[in-house]
């Protein structure tokens, strides 16, 4: 059998912050035992597990690898601002006059992310 991925692992200045945001922003929830000023935050999620370490070098250059979002109740749009009202930034838009494409967002440390169409939104064309 092969592995499994148990966790999604995120290098960061501040484990604890960045894992309050990602908790918000998945409608997860933070592990009980952690707390400000700690080493390591998770967070856990129907689908995903986080987890938030902290080292001393800081992000430099584009991630090699980012979270999608797929909205399930809102729509991409309703998404974007709901994220960015949680301290996320816009990084880059890509939406197109069609209605495809994905926004990409920076969190709070300037970790990429995307969000997609949801599905609704792309069995309507």
Known sequence: MASVIRHVT???????????????????????????????AMVRTPTTTLLFIRVDDAKTTKN??????QPQDRTRDEEVDRLL???????????????TGWVTLQDLEG???????????????
């Open 85 to 99: 009202s949680l301290g996320a930034t816009l990084h880059s838009d890509h939406r197109r006059p069609d209605g």
């Open 64 to 69: 090699r690898v980012h979270l999608d979002f």
């Open 10 to 40: 995120i290098d960061c200045a501040d484990p604890y912050t960045l894992a309050s945001f990602w908790a918000e922003a998945l409608d997860g929830s933070p592990a009980d035992d952690d707390f400000p000023g700690d080493p390591e």
């Open 111 to 125: 970790n990429e992310l995307c969000v997609e169409r949801s599905a609704g939104e792309r069995a309507q064309g």
